[in-house]
């Protein structure tokens, strides 16, 4: 079961408009920015082939749910459900990734890959997967490790 959302990701066609829009006028505050990210493991991560993208991810002023944008560079267009500009995806905390990605598999939504672990931007390790539901929503399950 999820224990809280962690952030809300959302696919945008011009990551300077973005970035001003939630910091300067929604005032979030900016905890990073990557002007090019990609690779075979993020791919596979997000479920889109030879993905390379720009990201930036702002936190509320409570600092308990954050946004992260993410402009496509490569593949420029996507259709809808699968990254395209507009869409969202929702991310959470989990205790037991192992469990749900079992379970997940079960009731019939495939991830993407199984368990991933890598980097977050602040240096700490995590254990993540996602997979998309039928309306289009991308949802990313995170376990910090300890």
Not at 20 to 26: G, K, P, R, V
Not at 30 to 55: K, N, T
């Amino acid at each position: 079961m999820p224990s809280r959302l962690h952030h809300v990701v959302v696919f945008v066609t011009d990551m300077d408009r973005s970035v001003h829009l939630f910091q300067d006028l929604l005032r979030l505050k900016l905890d990073w920015r990557i002007p090019r990210i990609g690779g075979r493991e993020l791919s596979e991560l997000v479920g889109i082939p030879d993905m390379v993208a720009e990201m930036a991810y702002l936190r509320c002023p409570s600092g308990e749910v954050a946004v992260e944008l993410i402009r496509l560079i490569h593949p420029q267009a996507r259709p809808a459900g699968s990254g395209a500009a507009g869409n969202a995806g929702l991310s959470f905390v989990v205790q037991n990734l192992d469990h749900l990605h079992r379970l997940l598999t079960e009731e019939g939504w495939e991830p993407f890959t199984p368990s991933v672990r890598m980097r977050n931007p602040e240096g700490e390790w995590l254990r993540m997967f996602c997979f998309r539901i039928e309306e289009g929503l991308t949802i990313e399950l995170i376990q910090p490790e300890k």
